[in-house]
């Protein structure tokens, strides 16, 4: 990964059953809300943000009740961790230079609500699942 255009880790994703009894695991256990729970329609889950001290923030990803989310087959699995996720500039730029290494899109760029900036996702041949969150905030188109 070109270090120029990635600016750092931004989270690791977590993927969990149910929101709510997860959230209270996590605070339970002394992790501090970033981003309470919030349903992303265009991801089709429930996402929120913790913090353990010391620890980088975890993006707790749950489906959202009722629709087809694409972390049902994750927790097929066992559900767990599942993705890093790095600040990037340009995310249209960075999946492109992903996919001429191999990698395989599974999410184009899209807004995401959690964090109002834009996304994507690619899936590289190693099988690891990263996530590239832009440094800009932005509206929803």
Do not use: K
């Not at 001290?53 to 049902?72: F, I, N, Q, R």
């Not at 097929?76 to 249209?92: E, P």
């Not at 599974?106 to 959690?114: E, Q, S, T, Y």
């Amino acid at each position: 990964m070109p270090a120029s255009d990635v600016l750092g880790l931004h989270h690791v994703g977590f993927v969990v059953a149910r929101m709510a009894p997860a959230l209270s695991r996590w605070t339970d256990e002394g992790a501090a809300v970033l981003v309470e729970p919030i349903d992303d329609p265009i991801q089709r889950v429930t996402v929120a943000v913790v913090q353990s001290p010391g620890e980088l923030p975890v993006e707790l990803v749950a489906p959202t009740p009722g629709l087809d989310s694409p972390v049902a087959a994750r927790l097929r699995r066992g559900g767990g961790l599942d993705h890093f996720c790095y600040t990037v500039a340009n995310v249209g730029n960075r999946l492109e230079q992903e996919t001429e290494r191999g990698a395989v899109v599974v999410c184009p760029p899209v807004f995401a609500i959690a964090f109002g900036r834009e996304i994507g996702f690619v899936q590289r041949r190693t099988g690891l699942v990263v996530e590239f969150v832009s440094e800009q905030e932005m509206s929803p188109v």
